[in-house]
């Protein structure tokens, strides 16, 4: 809450080693790129910032690559492609995911999901994205990228989902919500043509299981 963003190396005694400062609410999502040379970051002041690590220093912070200021809502999900280079998904309370070109800062698409965005998630096999949602619905949404059509939408949790993970055989995807459970889905690495279409029901593809 005070804003700030603290780059820690837990190898070192003084711990410390970059602080990155442009935020002036709560910073509410953070992710590196697969480099490890940029850092993206989300805020409550509906912000989304673009950082390079080699720009960052303990006393004077980091300069900022881009402030991006298109999301009119809190930013919370971030995303970097595997796939392709530069290219970052964000999302948020806006309902809104934005796909951007890191090195120009530029917005390449915009795309309305019709709920809170919460988390989102590349698959490393396929070029699909997925996100996980809130109110109304509390769903997941996979989409095909970069067309953006909607693959399928898998229901289960009954509150805001709001972490994804992928299991390292990069099939399965495990999901946390404020429901207090764990649900675990096959979503990853299924034919398209077993996908079922928007708005059926998600167990005969998903298998998921649920733990509380």
Not at 44 to 67: C, E, I, P, T, V
Not at 135 to 156: C, D, F, H, T, V
Not at 160 to 182: G, I, K, Y
Request: aromatic share 8%.
């Amino acid at each position: 809450m005070d804003c700030m963003v603290i780059n820690n190396d837990v190898r070192l005694r003084s711990h410390i080693v970059g602080t990155y400062r442009g935020h002036h609410q709560e910073v509410c999502g953070l992710k590196w790129s697969p480099s490890g040379k940029q850092l993206a970051s989300g805020g409550n002041d509906n912000l989304l910032y673009l950082w390079d690590r080699s720009r960052a220093s303990l006393n004077s912070g980091a300069q900022w690559l881009h402030k991006i200021e298109a999301h009119t809502a809190t930013v919370k999900a971030l995303a970097w492609c595997p796939f392709q280079a530069n290219l970052l998904a964000s999302g948020g309370s806006d309902r809104c995911v934005k796909f951007w070109n890191t090195c120009t800062g530029t917005c390449l698409n915009s795309v309305d999901t019709g709920s809170q965005v919460c988390a989102l998630l590349w698959s490393k096999r396929e070029r699909e994205l997925l996100s996980s949602h809130g109110p109304a619905e509390n769903q997941l949404i996979l989409w095909k990228y970069p067309s953006m059509r909607r693959m399928a939408e898998l229901s289960g949790h009954t509150s805001r989902v709001l972490f994804l993970a992928q299991s390292p055989d990069e099939c399965t995807v495990a999901s946390a919500a404020a429901d207090e459970r764990l649900m675990f889905w096959q979503i990853f690495g299924i034919p398209e043509v077993a996908k079922p279409t928007p708005k059926t029901s998600s167990e005969p593809f998903a298998l998921w299981h649920g733990i509380r």
